[in-house]
């Protein structure tokens, strides 16, 4: 019973190898030296400690919500490439599946399309 969870166990200390290697690696021979624009926050887009009422750019959510937005939705075709052998195997699917999927990538296209044209993607 537990011999059939082995590969898993080495699936999982192999991941945490790759993923832990190169930091360690990086902070062992790479170059360490810190100084105040390094060490700031960039990933709200302005400082972290100022004013509430100061203005700010509203683009950068917009780009943070629209990618949101696209990475959810390919995550629907995942379900649908799982399933890809079982609908190719039935020929009564087969047609419906591929229109099925083409018409759910033509909406994230149309979504897309939209968006560019908007000017939400353009960044000035």
Sequence with gaps: MLESYF???VFVVVA????????VVGRILGPHRPNEE????YERGFEAFEDARMPFDVRYYLIAIIFILFDLE???LFPWATIFKEIVAAPAIKMFGFVEMLVFIGILLVGYIYAWAKGALDWE
Aim: glycine content about 6%.
């Design 38 to 41: 390094k060490l700031s926050a």
């Design 16 to 23: 945490i190898i790759v993923g832990f290697a190169p930091m």
């Design 74 to 76: 390919i995550a629907f």
């Design 7 to 9: 590969p898993v166990l």
